[in-house]
C-alpha cells in the first residue's frame, strides 16, 4: 500500500512554528529556559544524523531548545515567508517548494512529491536537512499546543493583517474552518476518515468503493490533493462539494485526524482567526 502524496502543509503546527520563529526564539523562552519541542526523526540516518547535529549545535536530537532552533528560524524566515518560489508568494506554494519537495533522499519516496517536480529542487544539503528538521517537528497534540501558547502573545506583532491575507494564511484558515464544520456533521467522520487514508491506493488507483482512479497515476503532477478529496468524498458519501477553493482542505483533517490532533488543531486555528476579526 502506497501512501497518498501530501501536496498541503502537513500540519498547521508548521505555521505555528513559522509564527514563533518569525517574532524571534529569544522573545518565547528566557535566556536559560529548559523548554523543549520534540522532534520525531525516526527515518534519519547515522551519517545525516551527525551533519545536522552540526548543524544544529546540539547533542540529542530528540528535542530542540532556543539555540537549535534558531537556525530553522532564518531557513523558514528565507525561504517560506520572505521568499517567492516558481509557483508565487503564497504560503503553502513556499512550504511545498522549500520544505516538502526539499525533503532529503533517504525520506521515503513514497511520502514524497512524484510528479512533474520531483527531484528538481537543487537546495544543497545543509539545507535539505533543516527542511526535514522542520517537517519531523513532533505533530502530537501537546507540542502542538506547547508551540501555540509560546507564540500566541507575539503572533499579531509578527504578522499584521494584510501579511496575515497577503501570504494566503487568512484564506488557508478560513477554509479549514469551514470544512472542518462540514465534517463533524457527518456520521462516523473519524472512521470514515481514517478508512480512506488506510486504503486508498494510489498505485492500484481504487477506493474502498472499487471506483477506478487510474486516470490519476498518469499525471505528471502526481496524486494531487484535489484527487485525494475525491477519494475521501466518496467514502464520506459526498456527492459534490461547491467551494472549489477549499476543496483540498479535505484531505488536511484526514491528516490530522490520522495523527490524533484535530481537536487540538481545530481550537488554535479558532483562536487565530478571532485574532484577526
Known sequence: MKKIQKLLIPAIFFIFTIFLIHIGINNLWGKNSNSQVRTNYFDLPANQEIILKSLLDINNLKSLTEDNLQLMGRYLSKYVIHNKSQFGTNITSNYFWFIYNALPEFVDKSEGHQGYYENQNSQNQADRLLAYAIYRIDRNPENLKRLFNYGKPFIKAAINKQDYITCG???????????????????????????????????????????DFSDFRKS??????????????????????????????????????????????????????????
Open 169 to 211: 494564511l487568512g484564506k488557508k484558515i478560513n477554509c479549514l474552518l469551514e470544512i472542518h464544520s462540514e465534517l463533524i456533521q457527518i456520521e462516523n467522520y473519524r472512521e470514515k476518515m481514517l478508512e480512506a487514508s488506510s486504503r486508498a491506493d494510489m498505485i492500484r488507483g481504487k477506493t474502498p468503493s472499487n471506483e
Open 220 to 277: 505528471a503532477y502526481g496524486f494531487s490533493a484535489y484527487d485525494l478529496s475525491e477519494l475521501i468524498f466518496l467514502e464520506l458519501g459526498i456527492d459534490s462539494y461547491e467551494n472549489y477553493d477549499c476543496i483540498t482542505e479535505w484531505s488536511f483533517w484526514m491528516r490530522r485526524i490520522c495523527e490524533g490532533n484535530m481537536d487540538t488543531v481545530h481550537s488554535i486555528l479558532v483562536e487565530i482567526s478571532q485574532m484577526y476579526d
